[in-house]
């Protein structure tokens, strides 16, 4: 029964990473913008969930906003802890290297400090990607509706800054701007860019 839990996180695990380079395939490096809560498969199953990344009032990007809680909340963590729960359990299980509770617990401790450390690994990349991301490098962008637009309510952007894909968190004063449309940031607002369809600015 336990030998079938370690394969079964063994395979998610696996499955999700490789998810995650196929959809990201298409994107260079990313820094999540705007702590949006979600995982990040392909650099986005919602970024995150320990917000990477956020736009301040002043237009600069800061890492982390959720602090160390958001490591436990990362997609990432999940997936890397996963994989190296599954890998140790299922080698020590099946080539019998120790008892039951040996076993168990050396899986856990490796599954955690792996998880924990890919977390921090890849958030102190995006900070160092991120911190050098301001305010007058997004404004005039043009950004890919992610997720549909509509005034009054919150969707999502994706655009290349400094060679890095930034996902956004945008709003717009258009009634309605649908997936896979181009916008232009017009402005930002704490952590929201103010978008609008291209032909309606005049690009």
């Known amino acids: ?13 696996l499955g999700i990473q490789l998810l995650q380079f196929a959809l990201a395939g298409a994107g260079g490096g990313d820094a999540d913008v705007g702590g949006d809560v979600g995982g990040d498969v392909g650099g986005d199953v919602a970024g995150d969930v320990g917000g990477d990344g956020e736009v301040h009032g002043d237009g600069s990007v800061a890492a982390g906003s959720f602090g160390a ?3 436990f909340l990362s997609m990432r963590f999940w997936t890397f802890a996963l994989m190296a729960f599954g890998m ?10 120790a008892g039951f509770f040996v076993t168990l617990g050396v899986s856990i401790l490796t599954g955690l ?11 102190s990349l995006k900070a160092s990607v991120s ?26 952007v994706r655009m290349m800054v400094k060679g890095s894909r930034v996902d ?3 709003v717009t004063e258009s009634e309605n701007v649908e997936t896979g449309e181009e916008v232009v940031v017009v402005e930002l607002h704490g952590e ?6 291209i032909g309606k600015t005049g690009i």
């Open 1 to 13: 029964m336990l030998l079938a839990i370690y394969i079964g996180a063994l395979t998610l695990g």
């Open 69 to 71: 809680m958001g490591i």
């Open 88 to 97: 140790v359990g299922t080698i020590f299980h099946v080539f019998e290297l």
């Open 113 to 123: 400090a792996s998880g924990i450390g890919t977390a921090l690994v890849f958030r």
């Open 131 to 156: 911190s050098g991301i301001g305010h007058d490098d997004m404004i005039g962008k043009i950004a890919t509706v992610t997720i549909p637009i509509h005034k009054g309510s919150v969707g999502k």
């Open 168 to 170: 956004m968190l945008a």
């Open 192 to 197: 929201h860019a103010h978008v609008e369809p």
